[in-house]
């Protein structure tokens, strides 16, 4: 931030929020931007007419890189020790996977709650008089 002469005084709670400014401003310019690329799939068992959603999870071993293996400040792999497919790795990796035969590993549940919508005290008056 070049526009912020030294000689300029601010009060306490200027230079505080001042502070914080640069500093994220210098964080956002050391970001790096990545692209990476996950497979999907919609599979189905022989003539069932139900899919399911597959991804894919791993190649030859290794974890294929997702959202969570960057670190949100700075862009960069949090572990190494994950595949980032490109572009084309990806491309072939769907070539390659169209042509054969999956196999399904392990089944995960995930249990999946809504919660309640919000209290509406319009709801409420309009219950209220509703009863009278």
Same mark, same amino acid.
Request: zero cysteines.
């Given at each position: 931030m070049n526009f912020v002469s030294t000689n300029l005084s601010a009060g306490r709670v200027q230079s505080a929020a001042v502070k914080m400014i640069v500093d994220q401003d210098r964080l956002r310019a050391k970001f790096i931007s990545t692209n990476y690329f996950d497979l999907k799939a919609d599979l189905r068992k022989g003539n069932s007419k139900e899919n399911f959603n597959a991804t894919l999870v791993k190649v030859d071993g290794l974890k294929v890189a997702s959202s969570n293996d960057f670190d949100s400040k700075t862009g960069e792999l949090k572990n190494k020790d994950v595949l980032l497919l490109t572009e084309s790795q990806s491309d072939e990796l769907? =070539?390659?996977l169209k042509s054969g035969n999956w196999i399904v590993t392990d089944i995960k *549940? =995930? +249990?999946?709650?809504?919660? +309640? *919508? +919000?209290?509406s005290q319009q709801a409420l008056f309009n219950k209220k008089h509703q009863e009278n």
């Open positions: 769907v =070539k390659e *549940k =995930k +249990p999946r709650t809504s919660n +309640p *919508k +919000p209290l």
